[in-house]
């Protein structure tokens, strides 16, 4: 053996035997996440946490954790277990000194982590969620992996399986074959659409014997227009989307733009970033569409409280709250909800980091009024568009664009209002129903601090009805100050509790600074008990342009009637102008009322820092939710996908990865996912999908034997496909489809389909629900109107959320009650009927009916064991109804005097029955 040999022999000798001492010490180490946090939380931090510091010891920061306790020592030193009283206090003899105190004492192996740990120093590591994702190495896929699998057959298709074929390897599993390619169809379609293969698909799909046959699908049903519609319904639940206010009185809310914008988004395959940064702060980008202010209604789907005496800025509180607590649950499936009232007990957040990520909501313009303003107004009639460019044009060619852009955005906003809840020392008058403004005569209030600089028009909306005029006198600084103007708020027919008002511009003197303004209101023919007027709001405007021009009288009135205009309005998010800006402060114990410190917005410092230049509102929160460095967004992102198509995600809790949420079942996959969805896919969700679906973990067959049901039983290492029930729309657009009743129709306003009589019998309202009309009532599931109060019945039995709050993950359960609805609901006794139609026009025996029904349901062919059980059912049914064609006239809803009848009455009713049997069959509302 020459030289060379023996120095490349010793050469790989020393490598090999240093990587093997690295890997023996490092797995001497104690892991903090792994090993030291879950024992800390599971028995330490309830009492030496974030909420509770008994003896002055906190183990949730180290800086806490190894600094002094009550004792004036303290309770770990680094490197020092022998006198760290953390640790002797684990095995103390004295039970009253034991610690978890009165609880059974830790186990041996769990104190020797800890004791092993603090020898070691301690060491403070962070949770695997909370830091950022690097690409790992595809197990296994390599020049000797690919050149062993010559041998064999290969089975993965690409990366995602490497990972998966890895992780079933050291459980001492083997992948499933693949599955039959109409039960695939099946999946794919409801998986990517929402709805299940139509006849023409299954017809084209099973003769395309082509090798990209699955991925030429696969691209079809991504281009599918039914594809947004899928996947909207799984963001509204998390968006808290609903047709009504909320509460007990839930109103309804005009607010179905924004779901049409979300199907939009997700059909134009909309980078992930993009349509964060819209919904969270479309209205601060630059020169925003319409389009995206109606994006920022995600956060306007908060509950608005319209019950008499509530108080409004209690309940905008409530809404920043809520605010707060989504954004955190929706892209960062973190519990922030935790640290309103104290830090969090488990997770690196402090109770100051609640406030300063509320800091950028907090100067937003809603404040939980009746008119849900702020709001996008759209001038849809022709009259008022062309009153519009008219003056828009008048406006750029005889002052400015400025000038122009400023008007425009006053008539598509009517902001900022200042609303009646602002006032106050109230003088024979106060806020009628907490809402308005109902001052009787000689009465006043005080607005207090008005913004007065630059202000020459006030626009007052306001409703008289009292038969004569009321005089309003302005005065500075005091009821007896000097008067600043006196105005006539004429009869109307409009105002009161319509929310529909009459608007009219009064002149100011020239004012400066900021200056308290006190109302009094005169109407002598009023009765001593009755309001003079009502107001709803009042606006304080610089002075409208051209005065003295010939044309000035008129654009000034067509300003006022664009004002007053009929329009079409979305609550969207505005931003308060610097005048009208709010403070944020900490709330102790989360008090609102109880407000200590002001804090600027900001984000946990664990978790990062907002990207350079970023400003301090919600573009900048956007932006850093937005930004590759963050640990989390394109987890959670992949995590919420890979729910969708597998049922479970590869970390099962949703809506936590924090230190108590689950572990991911395959951590490399996640960030091998998360960093080609940010780097390769550009945010895209359509390629992260394409991606998961055309991988052979995707394919497999669902079938488990007893191997994988007692190994691993809710398929968590993903040794076979994914078999779930439907979603509650799913399982009704479904019925919809294979009857032939749905209709394809998109976008537009919510509609009402068949629901049981009595559902919306509810107080202080009179919202009633009323049949659409046609094919609206046929639309998919994800139109209908929803009531938060009273959402669609049958969806909540299949699990649908109410909407009141954010729902990041919907558990499934099984209920008698969804056979019942499936059963008995009038859309399925109708979806059954129509099905029973179109078996009897498929036309041969009934047995060749039930074949072709039963394949057409379930895309699959049927088994002589099934069919006879059907046609048993049809056969024993078709002679008690021909026993008694009342039953069936009955069943089929035919009156006497109806003009068409079926031929056969009973045979009808006899195979509604057996169409009725099929859509509730367990492999027809699952997803196999």
């Known amino acids: 053996m020459n030289i060379s040999k023996l120095i490349f022999i010793g050469s790989i000798v020393i490598i ?31 009492c030496h946490g974030g909420v509770k510091k008994q003896g002055g010891f906190s183990l949730l920061f180290r800086e806490e954790a190894l600094g002094k306790t009550e ?3 303290p309770a770990i030193i680094p490197g020092d277990a022998e006198h760290s009283e953390f640790i002797i206090r684990l095995t103390h003899k004295d039970p009253e000194e034991r610690m978890p105190l009165k609880k059974e004492p830790l186990k041996k192996e769990e104190i020797e982590i800890l004791t092993k740990w603090v020898n070691q120093g301690a060491n403070w590591g962070e949770h695997w969620a909370f830091v950022k994702p690097t690409m790992p190495a595809v197990p296994n896929k390599g020049f000797f992996a690919g050149f062993f699998s010559l041998f064999g057959d290969k089975w993965e298709k690409n990366d995602i399986d490497y990972f998966v074929k890895d992780k079933l390897e050291q459980e001492g599993l083997k992948p499933s074959t693949k ?19 139509t006849e023409k698909q299954i017809g084209a799909f099973m003769k395309d014997d082509s090798d990209n ?31 009504t ?29 993009q349509f964060i940064k819209e919904q969270l702060a479309g209205d601060l980008l630059k020169n925003p569409s319409e389009q995206q202010y109606i994006a920022t209604a995600f956060h306007r789907n908060t509950v608005n409280n319209d019950e008499g005496g509530t108080d409004d800025e209690e309940f905008r509180n409530a809404t920043m709250v809520d605010r707060v607590n989504t954004t955190w649950e929706v892209f960062q499936s973190t519990t922030f909800a935790c640290v309103q009232c104290h830090s969090h007990p488990y997770d690196p957040i402090r109770h100051e980091d609640y406030y300063k990520s509320m800091a950028f909501f907090y100067n937003t313009r809603d404040e939980d009024v009746p008119d849900d303003s702020p709001y996008l107004r759209q001038f849809n009639k022709p009259e008022d568009q062309q009153r519009l460019t008219q003056l828009q044009t008048w406006l750029k060619t005889n002052f400015s664009s400025q000038q122009e852009k400023e008007i425009t955005q006053y008539l598509t906003f009517l902001e900022p209002k200042i609303h009646p809840h602002a006032g106050d020392q109230f003088i024979n008058g106060a806020l009628a129903d907490n809402k308005y403004l109902g001052i009787r005569n000689g009465g006043s209030v005080r607005f207090k601090s008005l913004p007065v600089e630059g202000k020459r028009q006030l626009l007052v909306a306001y409703g008289n009805k009292t038969g004569s005029p009321t005089l309003m006198e302005i005065r500075l600084g005091s009821l007896t100050g000097k008067v600043l103007t006196t105005i006539k708020l004429d009869t109307t027919q409009k105002g009161g509790w319509t929310n529909s008002w009459d608007y009219q511009l009064y002149d100011l003197p020239k004012m400066s600074g900021r200056q308290d303004w006190y109302l009094t209101f005169k109407n002598a023919k009023v009765k001593p008990d009755q309001s003079t007027c009502v107001i709803g709001s009042f606006t304080l405007l610089p002075e409208f342009p051209g005065k003295g021009k010939p044309e000035y009288n008129e654009k000034k009135q067509s300003f006022l009637e664009l004002v007053r205009a009929n329009t079409e309005n979305t609550p969207v ?93 395959n951590a490399g996959l996640l960030d091998f996912l998360a960093i080609k969805f940010m780097d390769e896919y550009q945010w895209k969700p359509k390629k992260l999908l ?4 055309m991988s052979a973990t995707y394919q497999q067959d669902s079938k488990a034997n007893d191997d994988l049901l007692e190994k691993d039983p809710m398929n968590r290492l993903l040794a076979r496909g994914p078999r779930v029930r439907l979603s509650a729309e799913q399982i009704r657009d479904q019925a919809l489809l294979v009857s032939g009743l749905l209709s394809y129709k998109m976008y537009g306003k919510s509609v009402m389909p068949y629901q049981p009589d009595g559902i919306w019998n509810t107080p202080y309202s009179s919202m009633a629900w009323k049949l659409s009309d046609k094919e609206d009532k046929y639309r998919r599931a994800l139109y209908t109107y929803w009531r938060r109060s009273t959402p669609y019945p049958s969806m909540i039995t299949f699990d649908g959320a109410n909407r009141d709050i954010c729902l990041a993950r919907r558990i499934r359960t099984n209920t008698p009650l969804q056979a019942l609805v499936t059963l008995n609901d009038p859309v399925y006794l109708e979806c059954a009927k129509s099905l029973a139609k179109k078996m009897e026009a498929s036309g041969g025996t009934i047995d060749e009916q039930i074949t072709k029904t039963y394949r057409l349901t379930m895309c699959k062919n049927i088994t002589d064991k099934k069919l006879a059980i059907l046609k048993k059912l049809y056969t ?53």
């Not at 691209?219 to 599918?224: E, F, G, P, Q, V």
Request: proline share 5%; charged share 25%.
């Open 245 to 273: 206010k909320g509460y007990e009185k839930d109103e309804g809310r005009n607010i179905w733009q924004y779901r049409d914008y979300v199907i939009k988004a997700f059909n134009q395959d909309m980078p992930y970033t």
């Open 71 to 73: 004792s004036g020592k």
């Open 16 to 46: 090999g035997g240093y990587s093997l001492y690295s890997l023996n010490k490092k797995g001497n180490e104690v892991d903090y996440s792994t090993q030291v946090k879950p024992i800390l939380n599971k028995h330490c931090i309830a």
């Open 573 to 665: 998010m505005l931003d308060n102008p610097l005048e009208y800006a709010r403070q944020t402060n900490v709330w102790e114990r989360g008090n609102w009322l109880a407000k200590t410190k002001v804090v600027q917005p900001d984000i946990p410092e664990a978790l990062g820092r907002l990207p350079k230049g970023a400003p301090k509102n919600r573009l900048g929160l956007a932006m850093w939710l937005g930004s590759n460095e963050n640990p989390l967004t394109a987890r959670v992102a992949v995590n919420r996908f890979w729910e969708q198509l597998f049922g479970t995600g590869l970390v099962e809790t949703l809506e936590d990865f924090g230190t108590q949420g689950f572990t991911p079942t």
């Open 690 to 693: 394409k991606e998961i679906v």
């Open 179 to 197: 599955a039959e390619k109409s039960i695939l169809l099946r999946r794919l379609c409801l998986d990517l659409t929402g709805l299940p293969p």
């Open 213 to 243: 046959a699955y991925e030429k699908m696969v691209d079809s049903l991504l281009a599918s227009s039914q594809f947004g519609e899928r996947w909207a319904g799984m963001w509204l639940d998390m968006a808290r989307y609903s047709d």
């Open 876 to 928: 024993n049914t078709l002679i008690t109804y021909q026993k008694s064609k009342n039953e069936a006239a009955l069943l089929l809803n035919i009156c006497p005097d109806d003009n068409i009848k079926p031929k056969n009455i009973p045979d009808l009713a006899a195979k509604t029955l057996v169409a009725s049997t099929l859509l509730n069959l367990d492999e027809f509302i699952m997803k196999e």
